[in-house]
């Protein structure tokens, strides 16, 4: 039974950073995508970060040198540092693994299986 649990949302103030960790369970494979993704209310799910097991990296263009996403093979662990943050990153993010793919992950929600249920991010000005 696989199992995505998201913490380290919480509300802040413009400029600063938060953390967001994403534990999974029940899963052990050579074949996987992760990635973050974020919806604002009213808004459609953005895609925000993915990576390979390759730890190949992508970004959406509007967190592009701000975030970053990271994975802790031993802790099973997936990881966003987010610095710098802004007001319009504000919404509730989620983690999603893919089991289908080991690279060019994608940027698509609908290539995810296994998702989390997601930690609220508010970043006020």
């Known amino acids: 039974n696989v199992q995505l649990v998201e913490s380290g949302g919480g509300s802040v103030q413009a400029g600063e950073s938060l953390t967001l960790s994403c534990a999974v369970s029940?899963?052990?494979?050579?074949?996987?995508?992760m990635a973050w993704f974020r919806q604002a209310p009213g808004q459609e799910r953005e895609g925000v970060a993915t990576?390979?097991?390759?730890?190949?990296?992508v970004y959406g263009d509007s967190v592009q040198g701000r975030f970053t996403i990271s994975q802790d093979g031993a802790k099973n662990t997936l990881y966003l540092q987010m610095n710098k943050l802004k007001p319009e990153d504000t919404g509730m993010y989620y983690c999603a693994l893919d089991v289908r793919r080991r690279w060019g992950c994608l940027m698509d929600g609908t290539a995810y299986t296994y998702w989390g249920q997601g930690t609220q991010v508010t970043v006020s000005s």
């Open positions: 990576i390979a097991m390759n730890a190949v990296r």
């Open positions: 029940g899963y052990v494979s050579s074949s996987w995508c």
